[in-house]
């Protein structure tokens, strides 16, 4: 099971920490991802984070997110800065149990939290 919180409304430019928690089967040999979605539109990856700490992100907010996990605590963190309105969406977190290693293929990923909420304000 998957929880997502730290969603919420900012202005252009500020910056919010999401996190996930995690329960259940060992997190620590898991890769996990963050994806994003609109409603209407496609759900877009946004970054991964392999069992063993490798990230990887998507071109339309690198250099702007970090993605990081504490596996004492099963759970993974996404901090996102120089937030844009176009960062507008529900975020999800998800675990790719079968996997340690990172993909931004959403169809890899079988448990999915709930989603929060950001809205980035022009």
């Known amino acids: 099971q998957l929880q997502a919180y730290g969603g919420g409304l900012v202005q252009a430019g500020g910056s919010l920490r999401l996190s996930c928690a995690a329960s259940g089967p060992p997190f620590s040999s898991y890769a996990m991802g963050w994806f994003r979605q609109n409603p209407g539109k496609e759900r877009e990856f946004v970054a991964a984070i392999s069992w063993t700490g490798n990230t990887y992100d998507a071109d339309s907010v690198k250099a702007r997110i970090t993605i990081s996990r504490d596996n004492a605590k099963n759970t993974v963190y996404l901090q996102m800065n120089s937030l844009k309105p176009e960062d507008t969406a529900v975020y999800y977190c998800?675990?790719?149990?079968?996997?340690?290693?990172?993909?931004?293929?959403?169809?890899?990923?079988?448990?999915w939290g709930q989603g929060t909420q950001v809205t980035v304000a022009s």
């Open positions: 998800a675990a790719r149990t079968g996997s340690g290693y990172v993909s931004k293929a959403s169809s890899l990923y079988n448990y």
